[in-house]
């Protein structure tokens, strides 16, 4: 078993779509109408064969309360790994995004969190190994 799709709920498909390629860098694997919506994922260029990310309309009625919840708690909804959480940090701020929590180091990740434009916040992180700690 292994995870091939994971959601981030989003408040406008388009918005997200130009948010998660043209800001974010990833690519877009599938994109067919669904209804009023689209069936619209997203994978990283660095794993075009790995776990694709549905860009999912926070149409349903629990999506938009479970959302606020989280993002008025400060609670990232997902997390992206990076290799270098400064380096992607300096780059994405300098595309505009606003970052609610700057990099920190918390021992055994360096990670920071930002909001990704349709209701969510998102943490990036980069584990430490074990030369990294000691």
Known sequence: MRITITS???DDQEKAHAFYTGTLGFRTQVDVPAGE????????PEDPD????LLEP???PAAKPFK?????????LTQ???????????RLAGLGVRFTQEPVDIGPAVLAVFDDTCGNLI????MKDDADQG
Do not use: N
Not at 50 to 53: A, P
Not at 68 to 76: C, K, Q, R, S
Not at 80 to 90: G, K, L, P, Q
């Open 37 to 44: 919506f689209r069936w619209l994922t997203v994978v990283s």
């Open 58 to 60: 926070d149409a349903h």
């Open 68 to 76: 606020e919840a989280l993002y008025a708690d400060g609670i990232p």
């Open 8 to 10: 981030v709920y989003v």
């Open 80 to 90: 992206f790994s990076v290799d270098d959480v400064a380096a992607e940090h300096e």
């Open 123 to 126: 943490q990036i992180i980069r």
């Open 50 to 53: 790995g776990t694709e990310l």
